[in-house]
């Protein structure tokens, strides 16, 4: 998987529907004879824009209730979504998590069962 932080990702999938739903309509110009078939393609084409939209508006509100940190590495201020991100400029792993700093970075973290158990390993692996 590429590094990059979960905003950016979510908006690059949005952005694929959107050029998705382009072509999609652009494959009902060739059915254009053929008129319900060619509304067929319009409509849809037209479902994954409209689902970009929400993508986007949803990411949008998402955004503005993020955490922003500066990052270490470069020193400019980043969002960070969920306990572990990467920094949306140079791509430095960061997290909120007290507990996970100084440890490999891993994306499961922001799963809580997976974080629970990684923690649950760490204790018995100290205990030991």
């Not at 950016?8 to 053929?34: D, H, N, P, Q, S």
């Not at 990411?59 to 993020?66: D, E």
């Amino acid at each position: 998987m590429k590094k990059t932080n979960k905003i950016k990702r979510i908006r690059g999938y949005a952005l694929a529907l959107i050029f998705a739903g382009m072509i999609i309509m652009y494959l009902g110009v060739f059915f254009r004879e053929t008129p319900w078939l060619f509304g067929l393609f319009i409509f849809i084409g037209f479902i994954p824009m409209i689902l970009s939209f929400v993508i986007y508006f949803w990411v949008g509100l998402v955004s503005t209730r993020t955490i922003t940190v500066q990052c270490p590495n470069c020193e400019n201020y980043t969002k960070i979504l969920g306990k572990v991100d990467y920094c949306q400029i140079c791509k430095e792993p960061l997290t909120i998590d007290k507990d996970l700093e100084g440890e490999a970075f891993n994306i499961d973290y922001n799963v809580d069962h997976r974080l629970e158990k990684f923690k649950e390993e760490k204790e018995s692996e100290e205990k030991n």
